[in-house]
């Protein structure tokens, strides 16, 4: 089997890129992780690369002046020089411009911790909380020029509790975001989660997507 390529950008600790990184640490898995991208040099997820022998760059947007397509160009140009085929965003704090959307089309995913459509952008446990939800959870979802916008390629779901705070709820949804994005990045690897429309379609049988949702 010949594994895809895949580079994770972050921008702090890396915990997502943790959970990837031990799933590809499996030679079955379709996906080996060649490189990590971060756009701040203080990032604790680059020691914790680099722990694993996983090359690492940085990418200090700092640099460019507020030209964003120059910082995504030279994101693209580190891509390109490390061969990579997926890119994986893991806590990655920019908002990409469409230079580099449109350049990855199809094969730059995203994990964002809220259930997509509802609750994009930032402060997505305080907003689920004061909305009074009983369910909530995180989504891994193709990348497109919109926001937390792109085709959604799988979904985990935790209850809200009575007593949950922004903190308590935010820590079970990491543990599901840690179970799901490995999930995904498979099925982008392996070409099983093919975008039609709006929509991907994963392959995934009713018993594995409720193993994802937990009581």
């Known amino acids: 089997m010949i594994r895809k390529r895949t580079a994770i950008l972050i921008s702090g ?3 997502n890129m943790g959970a990837l990184i031990s799933a ?3 030679p079955s898995f379709p996906a080996e992780i060649d490189l990590v991208i971060s756009n701040r040099p203080d990032a604790k997820g680059l020691e914790r690369a680099s722990e694993f022998g996983i090359p ?3 990418v200090d947007h700092r640099e460019f002046a507020g030209d964003r397509q120059a910082f995504e160009a030279a994101i693209n140009d580190v891509l390109k020089e490390h061969r990579i085929e997926l890119v994986a965003l893991a806590g990655f704090m920019r908002i990409l411009t469409p230079y ?9 995913i ?3 911790p809220a259930l997509l459509p509802s609750f994009k952008g930032l ?3 305080e907003r689920a909380l004061e909305e009074g939800v009983k369910i909530h959870g995180a989504t891994v979802h193709y990348v497109s020029a919109e926001m937390d916008d792109g085709p959604i390629i799988i979904q985990g779901a935790v209850p809200v509790l009575d007593n949950d705070t922004p903190a308590s709820l935010a820590a ?3 543990e599901v975001e840690h179970k799901i994005y490995p999930k995904a990045l498979e099925l982008v690897a392996c ?3 093919k975008v039609k429309g709006a929509r991907v379609l994963s392959g995934s049988q009713p018993d594995d997507i409720q193993d994802l949702i937990w009581p």
């Open 100 to 108: 580099l959307v449109n350049a990855w089309s199809g094969r730059m």
């Open 24 to 26: 590809a640490m499996d």
């Open 110 to 112: 995203n994990i964002h």
């Open 56 to 58: 690492t760059a940085v």
């Open 191 to 193: 070409g099983k989660a």
């Open 13 to 15: 600790r890396g915990t």
């Open 123 to 125: 402060a997505t446990h």
């Open 172 to 174: 079970r949804v990491l």
